[in-house]
């Protein structure tokens, strides 16, 4: 990237609004149930990973720029090397996109743009064009701790990188409304896996639609199966005893007795 144009992206940032101390940095309402605590944790390192993972990048964008800020109106996001970055989609997810900074092409200068974006925006979405150097991951980790911005890793190198505490995994995707070798793509379900030292146990996971049929992200609602009768024997072997008739079997109360 051109000095001159870092300085101006430096400049830029200084200019708009800051961070604020928050307890969290904000995701949308269907990824607070598998993220731990309701949100990420400010200056931390997240991964994303699996199918779909892109999807997932424009999620968590959009749950920042839509729920951030100081007052909950709107936050801001830096999108680093991401030329495919679906700036309509992350909107019909409910991203602000006069709020998402991008730099497409960062160059061999995408630590330095980076470290920029990390002093003044939530969450920094950075695709690495190549493995990160310690001296890199060094900086860029503590510069996300002190400003609280979370730094969020997608792409081939994103495992490489040391100290990421959470990583968020889309597993078994299944698209809906191709029929017999036609139709039109208009959803996808997928399984969103939490995993890592920030996710403790056997993880978190939840069902979502990503995207929705409408564009924007929710849960998978599963229809509880209806009550039907089941002839023969039931669960443990136990016999299924049929009335003999319609009519409730009486019950009988000696009398003084009453039912309490």
Same mark, same amino acid.
């Given at each position: 990237m051109p000095e001159a144009a870092l300085r101006d992206l430096a400049s830029a940032l200084e200019a708009g609004p800051g961070t604020a101390p928050h307890a969290t940095v904000p995701v949308l309402p269907a990824l607070r149930t598998v993220v731990p605590g309701? $949100? *990420?944790?400010?200056?931390?390192? #997240?991964?994303?990973?699996?199918? $779909? /993972?892109? =999807?997932? $990048? *424009?999620?968590?964008?959009? %749950?920042? =720029?839509?729920? +951030? %800020? &100081?007052?909950g109106a709107g936050g801001w996001c830096g999108v680093v090397g991401l030329p495919g970055f679906g700036v309509a989609a992350a909107a019909g997810m409910g991203a602000e996109p006069e709020r998402l900074l991008l730099v497409d092409e960062p160059g061999d200068r995408w630590p330095d743009v980076v470290a920029a974006l990390a002093e003044a925006v939530e969450l920094v979405l950075l695709c690495p064009p190549e493995r990160p150097g310690a001296a890199a991951v060094r900086r860029l980790s503590a510069l996300a701790r002190k400003h609280g911005c979370v730094l969020t890793l997608t792409g081939a190198f994103a495992r490489d990188w040391p100290g990421t505490r959470l990583r968020l995994r889309v597993q078994d995707p299944v698209w809906e409304g191709l029929a017999d070798g036609h139709g039109r793509l208009t959803g996808r379900r997928v399984q969103v896996v939490a995993e890592g030292r920030d996710a403790p146990g056997s993880g978190r996971r939840a =069902? *979502?639609?990503l !995207? /929705? !049929?409408? +564009?924007? #992200?929710?849960?998978? &609602?599963?229809?509880? !199966? !209806?009550? &039907?009768?089941?002839?023969?024997? #039931? /669960? @443990? %072997? @136990?016999? #299924?005893?049929?009335?003999? =008739?319609g009519v409730p079997p009486l019950v009988r109360v000696r009398a003084g007795e009453g039912i309490a």
């Open positions: 309701g $949100g *990420l944790r400010p200056g931390s390192v #997240v991964g994303l990973d699996g199918p $779909g /993972a892109a =999807s997932l $990048g *424009l999620a968590l964008a959009a %749950g920042v =720029s839509r729920h +951030g %800020g &100081e007052d =069902s *979502l639609w !995207p /929705a !049929p409408d +564009g924007g #992200v929710r849960p998978v &609602e599963t229809a509880r !199966p !209806p009550l &039907e009768l089941v002839p023969g024997a #039931v /669960a @443990a %072997g @136990a016999p #299924v005893h049929p009335r003999p =008739s």
